[in-house]
Each structure stands twice: as C-alpha cells, then as structure tokens.
C-alpha cells in the first residue's frame, strides 16, 4: 500500500506541540505501509471541528484513529463518543503533571464508550500504531507476516546486543 492510498489509520493530535510525540506513531505506520494521515483538532478549543471530523471518519473509510492529547485530556474520549471505530489514545506529557494528568483523563472513560488507552509519550504513541497494525493483521494476512518479522526482528537486536554488552549469546546452552 502506498501513503497516497486512501488513510485507514488517522493520527489526530490535540496542539501542534503535541506533534514530535504523535510522529512516533506516524513512523510505525509508515514503516508497516498502512495509509495514514495526520490531523490537528482540539477537544477543548475546536470542538465542533472535532466533532465534524469524528463524525465523518468512519464513512471517508478510516478503520481506526489514534488520538494523542496532553493536559486534561479529552480528544481521545470525545472522537471516540462520535464514531463507532476503535479509538487508541495516547497521553502525552504537557504540564508540570508529566503526563498522569492525561493518562487518566484519557483511560478513565466510563462505561460504554471505550478508548484503549497506550503509555504516556513517545512509546505510548509508537505503541498505538503497532496496536491498530495488529488489529488491522487480523484480516490482513501479508500484515500480519510483516508483524512476525518485526517482532522477530526486536528479539534479533535484542541477541546482538546481548552479545556486543555481554559477549554470550542469550541461549542457555551456549
Ligand atoms: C492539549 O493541551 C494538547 O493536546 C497539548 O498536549 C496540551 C498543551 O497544548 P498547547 O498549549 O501546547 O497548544 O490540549
């Protein structure tokens, strides 16, 4: 798939100071070639601009957005009480809080509307775009060999480097 194809997967982003984080998951998705694209709406000060975008996702044939906010954050939440697609939230570190702030307000929804919830930060980000390739895998045969090899791949860096800082390799019989 080609990033001009039609976007499956949004990234949606609560200020642009939130934009070094949410690239994170923008990578991933790159890295995967699923067609994403990248939006800047605010729960708080746009709010009928995320509704509207909330609103109209599912029928532009997104599949799941992932939605990053810091402080009292509400994006995740809001975008997920106005579309029936999976919505993967990602808190993000932006007050004196460090991001316990937004990582409550974004996984403490109450019952009926869902967000799944990833780590504060730029893992948490990188994180949201691997679970939606997972969940994307599931009817995606040719994705899903792409996740075994990157899975693979994390256990292959994670020898040689075991090997580089210990000199062993990881198994027991060696
Ligand atoms: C949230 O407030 C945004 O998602 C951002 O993380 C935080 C601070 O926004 P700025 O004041 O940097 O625009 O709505």
Known sequence: MKKKDAPVVSVVMGSDSDLPVMQEAVNILDVFGIP???????????????T?????????????????????????????????????????AATSLGGL???????QMPGGIPVATMAIGKAGAKNAALM???????????????????IANMAEEIEKKGKSICGKSSSLKS
Do not use: C, F
């Open 132 to 150: 939606a390739v997972r969940i994307l895998a599931l009817t995606d045969k040719t994705l899903s060999k792409k996740m075994d090899a990157y």
């Open 36 to 50: 994403n694209e990248l939006y800047l709406t605010s729960a708080h000060r746009a709010p009928q601009r995320t």
């Open 101 to 107: 702030d937004a990582m409550l307000s974004t996984l």
């Open 52 to 92: 509207v975008y909330a609103e109209e996702a599912a029928a532009r044939g997104l599949k799941i957005i992932i939605a990053g906010a810091g402080a009292a954050a509400h994006l995740a939440g809001v975008i997920a009480s106005q579309t029936t697609l999976p919505v993967i939230g990602v808190p993000i």
